[in-house]
């Protein structure tokens, strides 16, 4: 089937590649899992031979109408719907959501789901290999940035293995990589949208001094026991929770 450009559509279709993830996943037969962006079904197949449902999210209607065809229903329930739009709190406590993320949306889809980390058992996606590499970045790494704290805040990352563009069709333009992420067993325990507002403002002033980047007074940095010359990349997820409460509380 031809992809859509403006679906950022990327068919993988290596069976060595499919099976590792398949491992990685180890679905079991009752599992509640959620494939975002099932395209033509080549992750949809073996993970339906693990589990005994699968639900699928596609927003290309051709693509979700075609795997509705093939699956009965009792099998498979496919959702057409932009996933970046989609409540996922609708899915059971405890729910596991894989796929092949589309390239073109994978970094605010990536922050949509944090939002839901309370009801996820664990994640696994195929990413960019360069997302992969900031979402598990070290602070004071050229890599860590906003999507390695507001990411490692709430989950426990992994990387697992790169996989090169032939494993796709057509081939992307990058290399890729599969990662997994678990819950941490500790929820974020501030104001989640003073949160994000604080790591996005951080991080647009990234090249200035803590002092300049964050709406803090001199009195919080030294009851903080952060250094205000340093830079937002040189904090760690911890500290932006420490940074948070502080605003809040005052």
């Not at 697992?160 to 500790?186: H, I, Q, T, W, Y």
């Not at 911890?238 to 502080?246: M, S």
């Amino acid at each position: 089937m031809k992809t859509r450009k403006r679906f950022g559509q990327h068919f993988l279709h290596d069976p060595g590649v499919l099976k590792r993830i398949v491992e990685a996943i180890a679905p079991a037969p009752g599992d509640a899992i959620v494939e975002i962006g099932p395209g033509e079904g080549a992750l949809t197949r073996p993970l339906l031979e693990c589990v005994r449902h699968l639900t699928a999210i596609e927003i290309d209607r051709d693509l979700a109408a075609r795997l509705a065809e093939e699956f009965a229903g009792d099998r498979l329930t496919v959702i057409c719907a932009d996933a970046l739009d989609y409540d996922f709190s609708a899915f059971p406590s405890g729910v596991r959501i894989a796929g092949n993320l589309p390239y073109n949306i994978s970094t605010p889809l990536l922050f949509h789901l944090a939002r839901f980390a309370d009801r996820v058992r664990d994640m696994h996606f195929m990413l960019q290999r360069e997302v992969v590499e900031r979402m598990v970045a070290k602070p004071s790494t050229s890599d860590y940035g906003r999507l390695s704290v507001m990411l490692q805040a709430r989950f426990e990352m992994r990387k697992l293995f790169n996989v090169a563009p032939g494993a796709f069709r057509p081939p992307p333009k990058v290399d890729s990589a599969v990662v997994r992420l678990v819950p941490l067993r500790e929820r974020l325990t501030c104001d989640e949208t003073a949160f994000e507002k604080i790591v996005r403002e951080a991080f647009s002033a990234r090249r200035k001094t803590l002092r300049n980047a964050l709406p803090l007074q001199p009195a919080d940095y030294a009851e903080l026991g952060i250094d205000p010359k340093l830079r937002p990349e040189n904090l760690s997820p911890a500290d932006y929770l420490r940074i948070t409460k502080r605003v809040c509380a005052r």
